[in-house]
């Protein structure tokens, strides 16, 4: 018998092709997702090895906003055994950019550069500042973005915002600190650092010598994290490879979606092949082959089929991987991109097997049926064409599912409040709504077949007619091929509905939210806006109304909050009691800051103040955090005054006037902020371009992801056509001899591929507009839904292109084929 399977697979090479193609595309997306993984660990081990390999001990504070006293580095510097001891400074130091104004969302961070043995900045350009105190280093990514080079002066902010300008000597690459890769660095000398950030302390004392760190953490106390270089480097390690993890999550899941279909088409495959060899069972059956054996056969091609393809697979795995690499590298992506890539045996071993197994698991029941193939069927000339009939049994599970997951779904939509449990939920229920459509799917083939085919039916004439009747000939094995493009399909309209409803909700959202033109304030939104800035714009005519909002930090209840008032004209809307005639002793609180103090409307709250010692406050109205632009705790301004004193505001909001264009409005308001470097002006259209843009990445990017599944997808349609047609090859000659012409023969074949499209998108289309309405509503309270017609159209319409593309070569070939080899065929 095993003589006999290798001899049917060399004989059929061609035929298993595409099965073959969707298990390397499969097994090559999730080896290059480990490839990738595997590589980028190595490139932050690397780089972890070489900056935490220079330290000995390390002190930390034992919270992460601590620092280390100056005290504490002296008495470490006096043990015995330590060569040398370092404080590093690490704090906000805004650099400005050539406009004028500080650079990125967030303040740049201020380094302090040692020099020595326990130097860990990594220069790849220039030199460090040395013993310079006007000379500076930058962040390549943050000089790059900025347009600075080396020998330029830049002007950094110290934390009384003052300007101060250094020489740039050199540029820094920011290593595993997924922080400082996001908020860039600029590093002084240790003197400088000090008087720019106004740091009281340090964020790490680094230890170089022969000290213990039993020895260090007995001269620095209990109240510090004392660590040896290996366990630096191992929690450096860490926090960088939880974005490693997540990324690499998230590809696998993708990459498990991309198996899922393969592993459809896979099992279509075998079971039409098992069809089409019939005879050839039986015959094995009849010179004495027990049901054993033609199981294991089965098995045996599945197994080898699976790989040699997973094998492939690796090989593209790698390839995709280096590629994604190079590409990453290119974009300047803050992830070490310069290890060496390689094929770990794990990763091999988990390629092959996930191929193996899947390949296998997927032809257990074709091989299953094989083994009912009695001996009796050599006899006959033909295979008999496949019936189905939905029975009770099937009937009975597909609404069960159905029933356990729309009830599933109206439970997380609403019986639960929106968030993460609500959305797991939902998803809950789309898989088994799913799983009930899966199992009717035969059921559904005839009469979505007879309505996607009425226009073709009628527009192609007798091969629309034959390949309108040909789709649901055999239901089974149309909604197999079917369901592959469905799951793709599925996935990709309920993305894409997810982003439309989100960009709708967030647009009105902000609008709520930013209900202005223009907003004016800090990277850290800090009360450092002098008032005067408002009060020139009030007296502009080119303005409708300026808004300001003042905060400070203080106690309520015992907690620590973000206490302010507004002014200006702003009428904010309570979710519960109300701010109409709101005063002095009166407190709005948000929903948040009501759930962490434990009060309701009606309660009393004691915030203690600057000028009035600590207040009673009546709690008279509650604010959706999600909507309001308030502080936490809001009181009226006349009582913030008196209990605050005169604090500068932290944000100005500004509404044009009617008739005024942005540009001009733009100009005046930039005028008013200009004196003041750390003061950034946004317009509402920047934010909602920024938002904008970065749906439209993250769509191209899954629906790019997505795209495997649905390539596979149609490598199924293809495949099943191409056996389909050997199937039917005798009856396509008789076909030809009753007059049907070449081109007519092709048409039929594609426009039976284009129904077999077009039922997989209808299906997927349908399940993804009603989960994506379902999922948004389970994430965001108020959700407003969106369905992006026009893609939803194009994924349709691609669908079924795409689908007559996958016809193109069997139907070449069915046409090609000699009538009278044909019809002597069997």
């Not at 015995?80 to 001891?85: F, I, K, N, Y």
């Not at 967030?106 to 000379?135: E, K, N, Q, Y």
């Not at 609500?422 to 007879?450: E, K, W």
């Amino acid at each position: 018998m095993i003589r006999t399977a290798l001899a049917g697979l060399r004989a059929h090479r061609l035929r298993l092709l595409l099965t073959s193609l969707a298990i390397m595309l499969g097994v090559g997306f999730i080896a290059g997702t480990f490839v990738l993984n595997d590589t980028v660990e190595a490139g932050f081990a690397q780089r972890v090895t070489a900056d935490a390999g220079k330290v000995d001990v390390a002190v930390l504070p034992a919270k992460s906003d601590g620092t280390v006293p100056e005290e504490v580095l002296e008495r470490v510097r006096a043990l015995p055994g330590v060569t040398e001891a370092q404080g590093l400074i690490r704090a906000s130091a805004p650099v400005l950019g050539k406009h004028g104004k500080v650079v990125g969302n967030l303040p740049t961070t201020g380094l302090s550069i040692v020099r020595g043995p326990l130097d860990r900045s990594d220069v790849v350009s220039g030199t460090g500042p040395g013993t310079d105190d006007g000379a500076a280093v930058l962040d390549e990514n943050t000089a790059k973005a900025q347009g600075f080079r080396l020998g330029d002066t830049i002007t950094v902010l110290d934390h009384e915002q003052r300007r101060h300008q250094f020489r740039l000597v050199g540029l820094i690459d920011t290593g595993v600190d997924q922080l400082l890769a996001y908020t860039g660095a600029v590093g002084f000398t240790p003197a400088v650092a000090q008087r720019m950030t106004g740091a009281q302390g340090y964020a790490e004392i680094d230890v170089a010598g022969t000290v213990s760190k039993q020895a260090v953490a007995a001269a620095v106390g209990g109240s510090y994290t004392v660590k040896t270089g290996a366990e630096l480097a191992d929690d450096l390690g860490a926090a960088a490879g939880v974005q490693t993890q997540m990324l690499t999550l998230g590809l696998l899941l993708f990459g498990v979606v991309a198996m899922m279909v393969a592993a459809l088409v896979i099992y279509n495959t075998f079971n039409i092949l098992v069809a089409q060899r019939t005879r050839e069972m039986a015959l094995l059956r009849c010179i004495g082959a027990t049901r054993g054996q033609v199981f294991g056969s089965i098995l045996l091609e599945s197994a080898l089929v699976g790989l040699l393809a997973s094998a492939l697979g690796l090989l593209i795995g790698y390839g995709l991987a280096t590629v994604t690499l190079t590409v990453l590298g290119a974009l300047d992506a803050p992830l070490p991109t310069d290890a060496a890539v390689s094929l770990t045996p794990v990763t091999i071993a988990t390629g092959l097997a996930v191929g193996l197994v899947v390949t296998v698991c997927a032809a257990l029941l074709p091989a299953r049926s094989a083994t009912r193939v009695p001996p009796i069927a050599a006899l006959r000339s033909q295979a008999e064409e496949q019936t189905f009939r939905a029975g009770l049994a099937r009937a009975g599970f597909a609404g069960l599912f159905l029933v356990a997951g729309l009830g599933a779904t109206g439970f997380g939509v609403f019986g639960l409040e929106p968030g993460e449990a609500a959305l797991f939920v939902v998803m809950g229920g789309g898989t088994l709504t799913f799983l009930a459509v899966l199992i009717l799917g035969p059921a559904l083939v005839r009469p979505l077949s007879a309505l996607v085919g009425w226009a073709p039916r009628r527009l192609f004439g007798v091969p629309g007619r034959l390949a309108v009747d040909n789709s649901g000939r055999n239901p089974r094995r149309a909604a197999t091929t079917t369901v592959a493009l469905t799951i793709g399909v599925t996935l990709m309209t309920l993305i894409t509905v997810v982003t439309a409803s989100t960009r709708l909700t967030m647009t009105v959202k902000l609008d709520e939210q930013f209900p202005v033109d223009y907003l004016l304030a800090t990277q850290e939104r800090e009360s450092v806006i002098p008032r005067s800035v408002a009060g020139e714009l009030r007296g502009r005519p080119e303005l409708a109304s300026v808004a300001t909002i003042r905060e400070v930090s203080t106690t309520v209840n015992g907690e620590r909050v973000d206490a302010g008032t507004f002014s200006g004209g702003m009428e904010p809307q309570a979710s519960e009691g109300s701010m109409r005639g709101f005063g002095p002793g009166q407190v709005a609180l948000d929903d948040v800051t009501v759930d962490r103090l434990g009060v309701r409307v009606g309660d009393t709250v004691a915030m203690r103040t600057k000028h009035a010692g600590t207040v009673s406050l009546k709690v008279v109205a509650m604010l959706d955090s999600s909507e309001s632009t308030l502080p936490p705790v809001t009181v009226a301004e006349q009582a913030f005054e008196s209990y605050f004193g005169a604090v500068p505001d932290s944000r100005v909001m500004v509404a044009i006037a009617d008739g005024v264009s942005p540009d001009t409005a733009r100009a005046v308001v930039d005028a008013a902020a200009a004196p003041y470097p750390a003061v950034q002006v946004t317009s509402s259209t920047e934010v909602r371009g920024q938002f904008d843009e970065t749906l439209d990445m993250l769509l191209m990017i899954i629906t790019g992801l997505l795209g495997l599944a649905v390539l596979i997808s149609l490598l199924g349609i293809a495949n099943t056509l191409s056996l389909s047609v050997h199937e039917r090859t005798r009856e396509s000659a008789l076909l030809r001899a009753l007059g049907l012409s070449r081109p007519q023969l092709r048409h039929m074949l594609s426009v039976e591929a284009l129904i077999l499209g077009l039922i997989g998108a209808l299906v997927g289309v349908v399940l993804g507009l009603v989960f994506g309405w379902a999922a948004m509503r389970a994430m965001v309270a108020g959700a407003l839904y969106s369905v992006p017609v026009a893609q939803v159209a194009l994924f349709v319409v691609l669908s079924g292109v795409a689908g007559v593309l996958a016809a193109v070569l069997p139907a070449r070939r069915a046409a090609r084929a000699s009538i009278v080899d044909s019809l002597a065929t069997g």
